[in-house]
């Protein structure tokens, strides 16, 4: 069966570790109830690993990332794009989505987060 992911990369300044798992414990919450297969939030742990002869950059360098701050990676999994569309149009009327509070403690600045719609093309 044919895959689709969404995926992030979020710099995010390490004080505010607690206050985004929060925020990531109840979007993986409502994102899994509307029909996500899958839901999960990654913090940086090997952020400058040695790219030996690849000549590939790091994470914390393709996102500027700050003194004080570490990455997050995330990704939600569904059926297909289509379901993705689906999934997420019943997650952004979710009222826990719509919460004021997310709006005025945002624990990251969204202009900094990357994010892309994949297609699964190997899964092993």
Not at 18 to 32: I, N, T
């Amino acid at each position: 069966m044919a895959k689709y992911v969404d995926g992030f990369v979020i710099p995010i300044p390490k004080k505010n570790l607690e206050d985004y798992k929060k925020m990531a414990k109840v979007g993986g919450k409502v994102w899994r109830e509307h029909g996500a297969l899958d839901y999960k939030e990654c913090i940086g742990e090997d952020l400058e690993p040695d790219m030996g002869h690849t000549g590939g950059t790091s994470f914390s360098k393709m996102s500027k990332m700050k003194d004080g701050e570490t990455i997050v990676f995330a990704y939600i999994v569904y059926k297909s794009r289509k379901h993705r569309d689906q999934v997420n149009a019943k997650v952004m009327k979710d009222p826990r989505m719509n919460d004021p509070k997310w709006h005025t403690m945002m624990p990251f600045s969204p202009k900094r987060m990357a994010y892309g719609g994949f297609e699964v093309i190997v899964d092993a």
